[in-house]
């Protein structure tokens, strides 16, 4: 079930901030616009741009430019005053003509929004009421943490474990999380969820559009526990669409919005799994107990260690394990010449559980030692303090080995 994105960011120290709105009007249109931004229940602080007697204007940090389109009036830019400093404006287009040849020009023109004229008080409301949510400014220091989650053996649990580790954050933290599904081969991290989404990565991938917040908040399929979906793009051929440059730049802007980005690579390695680790605080390395996949890790932590990320260790997850498998962790951890970050529990009934009603593991088997595998699991890689476990049994389950500290910085 998709269900809008709504409201992403921090709510700022001292309550809602005033948007400073510079206004390019004609006389004639100028007058309804400022009665329709008065009427809005949103604080905003309104400007008529006056370039002429006042070009400081076009420095000053603002976050809504209002720009009307005339048959005289169409510029190639709107202005976008205090973009010098870092902050660029969301652009609104006002226009008479619904041409689409005149969206066209105005979008082409930087345009973020069109709405026409005489401006609709519902549409002008919703717009500035989507700009104010997702301009609130980040604190300084809230940059979000980037978690990338790999196994290039197909079937190891890396989109279950990525689902899994979002819900657990945000059934058991405050925090708010976004997932990427940047594996555009399966592209199931959806079906994970239980999510149909209406909009994936392809909408952001017009690399000549300037990303903004707005947009990328549009791109997102909420689920009901609050954890936002980037999905993949629907079809694999699309995925070609989306160069390497364009995911460090949703990413990074995505990690403005929310406390922890949570990104599926899949099991296919190319340029974007490469951007999505360059940025990563944590990468986790999924495997089974199979040869096949202690042999993927192995090849999979030659290639990193030739990439030259010097500040990062993947950490390794040995995942769906079962206590008296002939493949014991002793073996892997010999193997692989380093620790165990987490082993999480096979449980096919829970996850079963989890197709055939379509609801989360919190729901179906909220005591399960999957769910408590999963929250450990999420909080070790937030750096969050981990809730001591319940019964001994649990012990039995789940086990953190503390030498598998990242050893980032
Ligand atoms: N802990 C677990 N216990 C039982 N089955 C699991 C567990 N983790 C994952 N699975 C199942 O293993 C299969 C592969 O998992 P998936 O997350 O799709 O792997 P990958 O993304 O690495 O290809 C899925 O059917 C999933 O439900
Ligand atoms: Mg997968």
């Known amino acids: 079930m998709a269900q809008d994105a ?4 921090h709510e700022p120290a001292g309550g809602p901030r005033k948007l400073r709105v510079l206004l390019f009007a004609d006389p004639d249109n100028g007058a309804q616009i400022r009665a329709a931004l008065e009427a809005t229940e949103e604080p905003l602080d309104i400007h008529d741009a006056d370039i002429a007697a006042r070009p400081e204007q076009m420095r000053e940090p603002t976050d809504v430019v209002m720009f009307v389109f005339t048959s005289e009036r169409h510029p190639a830019r709107i202005p976008a005053p205090g973009a010098e400093s870092g902050k660029t404006p969301v652009r609104i ?14 979008l082409r023109a930087g345009a973020d929004e069109v709405l026409f004229l005489p401006v609709d008080q519902g549409e002008l409301a919703r717009a500035l009421l989507k700009i104010s949510e997702v301009s609130a400014a980040p604190q300084p220091g809230t940059r979000g943490r980037l978690i990338s989650m790999v196994s290039v053996t197909g079937g190891a649990g ?7 580790c ?8 405050e925090k708010k999380v976004a997932l990427v599904d940047l594996d555009f081969q399966s592209g199931d991290l959806d079906a994970a969820l239980n999510l149909e989404p209406e909009h994936s990565i392809i909408n952001l991938a017009e ?6 917040s707005v947009q990328v908040e549009s791109a997102l399929t909420r689920h009901p526990s609050g954890i936002y979906l980037l999905a993949a793009p629907r079809r694999i051929e699309e995925s070609e669409q989306v160069p390497s440059s364009r995911v460090t730049d949703i990413l990074s802007m995505l990690l403005e919005m929310v406390d922890v980005v949570i990104v599926d690579v899949g099991r296919h390695i190319n340029d974007s799994s490469v ?4 940025n990563s605080d944590e990468i986790v390395y999924v495997i089974d107990q199979s040869i096949g996949a202690i042999r993927g890790a192995w090849r999979f932590l030659d290639l990193f260690g030739r990439l030259n990320l010097s500040n990062i260790a993947p950490r390794i997850v040995l995942n769906r394990w079962i206590a008296h498998h002939p493949i014991s962790d002793k073996h892997i951890t010999n193997t692989l010449g380093r620790p165990l970050a987490a082993r999480l529990p096979r449980d096919d009934d829970s996850i079963r559980l989890v197709v055939t009603r379509g609801e989360d593991l919190w729901k179906v088997a909220p005591r399960s030692a999957l769910v408590r595998g999963y929250e ?3 909080n070790e890689l937030c750096g969050l303090a981990q809730k001591k476990p319940k019964a001994s049994l649990f012990n039995k389950f789940f086990s953190f080995s503390r030498n598998g500290k990242n050893s980032r910085r």
Do not use: F, Y
């Open 376 to 378: 450990a699991l999420a």
């Open 158 to 164: 890396v989109t279950t474990i990525a689902a899994n």
């Open 207 to 212: 690399a000549k559009i300037r990303l903004n």
């Open 275 to 278: 951007a999505a680790w360059e």
């Open 6 to 9: 709504d409201i992403l960011l």
């Open 93 to 106: 287009a006002l226009m008479k003509e619904r041409a689409p040849q005149a969206v066209r020009a105005a």
């Open 166 to 173: 979002a819900l657990a954050l945000a059934h058991s933290t």
